[in-house]
Every structure is written in structure tokens, then in C-alpha cells.
């Protein structure tokens, strides 16, 4: 039997299926939910028209960090398809100064010491204090990297660098939108939220306190309610 609506969720850099996975298991008794493999390639748009060849016709659209930049990318190419768009601890400003820069060392520890030291590395930084000594949170993200290579971290940072600007596929954003980041994030910070919000004035701003990067892992059951709410709403 089908299910009513159709939702495509999109990971971030370093992440993979897995980072959706309470949400596949609660909100698969109303949609039909596709988790797209859009990493390993080396653009934004190269990543948005891999999901565009196997979306369905019409359906809601969530995407995490990267994958909310991949999001837009879709937006820009099939907007009459697009129900509903949920950006995710995500970001739209522009390549900064000194951006490249500053990805490079994490760039040359991938390369020189694995996905390993990457994971042990980064992680770390962009989840809350309170969730760095908790193994059993820590595993997964970890898990995540170790399935990708060097090589795919490279692509990844690449399609960021090498992002196109989407200030004019933000404002041209008409349906429905949610944005949920956490407070405590360093990389979708409220400034970059604000912005956001700035160009797509009708979307709901969700804050999460005492939360960083990982909103799905760190409040699965209120990011549940909060995507099945934002499903059913007209």
C-alpha cells in the first residue's frame, strides 16, 4: 500500500543514510521515503541532478548541512515538484575569504592519515560538549566517515568550494519551509539561520537549545514530530 506522501532526504558531508535513520523508521508509515547516495561527486549540481534522475514526480524535500545546499540546487532545476523544502542545520552564504584555507588541513589529514583521524578530528568540533564523551553518539558519526575515502572527502570539499550562489533560488522559494539548526552549532550558526530566514521570509525558524550540528541524532524524537508536522501541514 502507498503511503501518502513522497519524501526524499538528503545527507551531508562526512554522512550517509545513517544520519536519517530515526526519521526513516517514524515517518514511514505516512511517506514513501528515498535517502539518495549523492556523495563521491565533486559539484552541487552534479549531486542535485542525481537526485532529480530518480525523484519521484512531486514530493517533500529535507536536506541536512551539504545536502541542504543540494537541496536548493534541486529547487533551482524542478521548483513545481517540490512540495515542501526543510533545511537542516544547513547554510547559503557565499564562499568566504580564506574558506579554502582553512578546509586544507582537514583535507591534508584525510589524505595523510585516513578517514580514521579525519573522524577523530572534526567530529568532535561541531557536536554539543555534552555529546563528545557519549560513545554510543559518537559511534555512528564515526561509522558514517569510515565508509567514505579520502578521495570522496576531496569531492566533497571541492562541490562546496566551488558552490554557485543561491541567494536568487532562495527567494524564489514559494512552498512550504522549515529550517531547524541548533544553538550551539559552529558551522549553521543563528546569524546564518537568520539569513535564511531573511530570504525565504515565510519559512519556520526552529531552534533547538543546548544542540549542534547533528539535530536528527541529538533530538530524534522532537526532529520526528517536527518533520511529521511540517508533512501534514497544507
Not at 121 to 135: C, T
Not at 177 to 182: P, S
Request: aromatic residues 6%.
Amino acid at each position: 500500500m502507498s503511503q501518502p506522501y513522497s519524501l526524499v532526504l538528503l545527507p551531508g558531508s562526512l554522512s550517509d543514510a545513517q544520519v536519517w535513520s530515526h526519521q526513516v523508521d517514524a515517518l514511514g508509515d505516512i511517506a514513501e521515503i528515498q535517502v539518495p547516495h549523492i556523495l563521491g561527486l565533486d559539484s552541487l549540481e552534479s549531486m542535485a541532478e542525481a537526485v532529480v534522475a530518480h525523484a519521484p514526480q512531486r514530493f517533500a524535500l529535507a536536506g541536512f548541512s551539504m545536502g541542504g545546499r543540494v537541496a536548493l540546487e534541486i529547487y533551482r532545476r524542478i521548483p513545481e515538484r517540490i512540495t515542501k523544502l526543510a533545511l537542516i542545520s544547513s547554510s547559503i552564504h557565499p564562499i568566504a575569504e580564506g574558506e579554502a584555507e582553512k578546509r586544507k588541513p582537514l583535507l591534508d589529514l584525510a589524505i595523510a592519515d585516513g578517514m580514521e583521524a579525519l573522524a577523530k578530528a572534526w567530529f568532535p568540533r561541531i557536536v554539543h560538549p555534552s555529546r563528545i564523551d557519549d560513545a554510543a553518539f559518537m559511534a555512528p558519526l564515526r561509522e558514517m566517515a569510515l565508509r567514505q575515502t579520502p578521495d570522496d572527502y576531496v569531492r566533497e570539499v571541492r562541490a562546496l568550494l566551488n558552490r554557485p550562489d543561491s541567494d536568487d533560488v532562495a527567494r524564489a522559494v514559494s512552498c512550504p519551509t522549515l529550517v531547524i539548526a541548533g544553538d550551539s552549532d559552529p558551522l549553521s550558526t543563528p546569524v546564518r539561520n537568520a539569513e535564511i530566514q531573511r530570504l525565504i521570509p515565510h519559512a519556520r525558524l526552529i531552534t533547538y537549545e543546548n544542540c549542534a550540528h547533528f539535530p536528527m541524532l541529538e533530538y530524534p524524537e522532537r526532529m520526528n514530530t517536527e518533520l511529521r508536522n511540517w508533512l501534514l501541514q497544507d
